[in-house]
């Protein structure tokens, strides 16, 4: 009787670990972009595609009409839905060129930063004398990320992103995902 005791209590201690690990999945849900100042930038491509039901990428291109760019703050926001998008974790203002000249930058601006640096050509300091590209930027890194180093709850989300350049808000991007 005791060893079945044993048995039973050992059965319940590995069952219960084992359906209760929780498995998070990111999905990219939409993409938007939208230029302010239709003489400083132009988007020439802002999209997600999906390949299939596992892989889906962004990519975004913008046309710099005003070179070179040497100063350039990001206001990062992320929203939760909740009855609308509402105010969620982070509203920041970032000196973009300073961040990334820094040696030592701001640990929530650098999570951010960690999602595009890999897939885009946004990974030098200022000036800019370029188009800024993010080629088909894959949202299973960003899984990781959200879900292991800093968890999230489930649900929907916003990532917004408004692009200051001179003091003037020069475009707006939106990044929409579903942590289920």
């Given amino acids: ?18 359906f209760t690990q929780a498995y998070s999945l990111v999905e990219f ?3 938007q972009c939208e230029s302010l100042d239709k003489d400083f930038a132009l988007f020439e491509s802002c999209f997600l595609k999906s390949v299939n039901r596992s ?6 291109k913008v046309k710099l009409l005003k070179l070179p760019i040497t100063k350039v703050k990001v206001r990062i926001g992320l929203y939760k839905r909740v009855n609308g ?7 920041m203002t970032v000196d973009a060129c300073r961040f990334l000249k820094s040696s030592n930058p701001n640990p929530i601006a650098l999570y951010f930063y960690t999602f595009f640096k890999d ?4 990974n030098h300091t200022c000036p800019y004398n370029h188009d800024i590209v993010v080629d088909k930027m894959p949202y299973h890194n960003i899984n990781n990320m959200v879900t292991k180093i800093l968890p ?9 992103l408004h692009w200051i350049a001179y003091d003037i808000c020069r475009a ?5 995902w579903a942590l289920t």
């Fill in 152 to 160: 999230f709850p489930e649900g929907n989300y916003m990532l917004e």
């Fill in 172 to 176: 707006i991007t939106k990044f929409y």
């Fill in 1 to 18: 009787m005791a060893i079945q005791l044993n048995l039973f209590v050992a059965f319940l201690i590995f069952f219960t670990y084992y």
């Fill in 119 to 122: 897939y885009s050509n946004m």
């Fill in 55 to 60: 892989y889906k990428y962004l990519s975004l």
């Fill in 29 to 31: 849900t939409n993409a």
């Fill in 85 to 91: 998008y509402l105010p969620f974790l982070y509203n």
